[in-house]
């Protein structure tokens, strides 16, 4: 059948156009406008049926189901949109992810100096519908108090959680060990003093699953945080952002993460080395520099705003033993920023000793509390030496001795409740 002239040379038109649309959702990522996520259900059956007209055929079935997808691309270094992939849902993985016994995803919570909302957060994971596989808390808390310590235990002994307790006191080393501990394909990490959605997990699992339509090199997954003054927003594709709104509705791929809400890929992300141990302190951005790396080695970061909680942001233990960093000399919150900028390059290392320490004084609290400024410069002035000490030495990654050596961890950490002393890694 052909058509000439009038609407007919508009619907070969859109034919071709819709041609093209039908390979994209074979997987043929493609460069977009910027546009939400969505998903064109019924319009693309109606494109389906002009196809037929042009063609002469009955459209297929599973044609007219065919669902596509628009995943927009977030830049951290724009602070807006860059683009986007377009595809369909995903017929295929590498493995089940969801499977009999429930979602293979084993849940770790890093806890340093928390107590009864440490125990509030792992009930609210063990009562995950579905539940995921595991749950290993590892407790860098040097003394709980008896009963806090009494209740661990007896989730432990009943086979609840694995407690590893270690004689540490680092985020990024705290979440190696869980990453080699770890006996699934994918691995959350959980802050220790959130409110988890019921469905989190399984949550989590199915945006994994969408994001491999988009994306088969997706590895790692990032639900979205509620701050403890924040609400949901939606992101305006015109404006810039200083960082990526994690509390936001909207799904897309980043190069951006935070580790409070953040699925990985276990196997990848121990090939990667894991997450850097020269982040001292509050470990700022150490997520950061673990999503770049992600995305340099050709993987990707999903953002999935239904697989969301809380942050009550507890008022004593993890970071908050650091003091508060509006008034604080010490350089254990600006050292994150400095290093990762040296990380980056030179041109980025040098903005940010530029910015940074203003930016970090040109606040609300420094304008009613203009004597701490000298405070705070002093303590960027601090961050950024030791920041160049950090990145003159090298990160300090999973080393691959150790990485081999992670399903024998496995098995030492079997026991109910136990002491495991990290080894030491070395630099990549």
């Not at 697989?307 to 919150?333: C, E, M, Q």
Request: with cysteine; glycine share 8%; aromatic share 8%.
């Amino acid at each position: 059948m052909s058509f000439s002239g009038g609407k007919s040379d508009g619907v070969e038109c859109r034919a071709r156009q819709m041609q093209q649309c039908e390979g994209a959702t074979r997987g043929l990522a493609g460069s977009c406008d910027v546009a939400p996520a969505i998903v064109a259900r019924e319009g693309c059956a109606r494109e389906v049926m002009m196809l037929s007209a042009v063609s002469g055929q009955r459209p297929d079935r599973d044609v007219q189901a065919r669902e596509v997808m628009y995943v927009p691309t977030f830049s951290s270094r724009t602070g807006g949109f860059v683009g986007g992939v377009m595809a369909a849902p995903p017929t295929s993985g590498d493995g089940p992810l969801v499977g009999p016994a429930g979602p293979d995803v084993t849940v770790v919570i890093p806890t340093f100096g928390r107590h009864q909302v440490l125990l509030d957060t792992i009930e609210r994971a063990l009562a995950t519908d579905p539940p995921p596989a595991e749950v290993i808390v590892v407790d860098q808390t040097p003394d709980h108090p008896p009963a806090v310590t009494a209740t661990l235990r007896r989730f432990a002994d009943r086979g609840a959680i694995r407690w590893i307790r270690v004689r540490i006191a680092s985020q990024p080393a705290a979440m190696n060990l869980g990453l080699l501990a770890a006996r699934t394909q994918y691995v959350l990490f959980h802050d220790d003093d959130v409110v988890q959605d019921p469905g989190i997990v399984g949550a989590v699992a199915r945006a994994i699953q969408r994001a491999r339509g988009a994306a088969p090199s997706c590895w790692c997954v990032c639900g979205q945080v509620i701050q403890p003054e924040q609400t949901v927003v939606s992101i305006d594709s015109s404006k810039r952002y200083f960082q990526f709104p994690f509390n936001s509705d909207r799904a897309c791929f980043l190069d951006d993460a935070m580790a409070g809400n953040l699925c990985v890929h276990r196997q990848r992300a121990i090939d990667l080395g894991g997450f850097d141990e020269n982040f001292l302190g509050a470990a700022y951005r150490c997520e950061t520099e673990f999503a770049r790396r992600v995305v340099r080695a050709g993987g990707k970061v999903y953002f999935e705003p239904s697989a969301s909680l809380r942050h009550l942001r507890a008022p004593t233990g993890g970071v908050r033993v650091h003091g508060d960093n509006r008034r604080t000399w010490r350089p254990y919150f600006p050292v994150g920023s400095y290093y990762i900028a040296l990380r980056t390059g030179a041109r980025e290392a040098v903005r940010t000793a530029l910015w940074l320490p203003w930016r970090a004084s040109a606040t609300r609290y420094h304008v009613r509390h203009p004597w701490f400024i000298p405070v705070t410069f002093t303590s960027n002035c601090l961050g950024l030496g030791l920041a160049l000490s950090l990145w003159a030495r090298g990160p300090r990654l999973i080393s691959r001795a150790r990485a081999r050596a992670s399903s024998f961890a496995s098995e030492l950490v079997r026991a109910p409740a136990c002491d495991a002393v990290p080894q030491r890694t070395e630099s990549s």
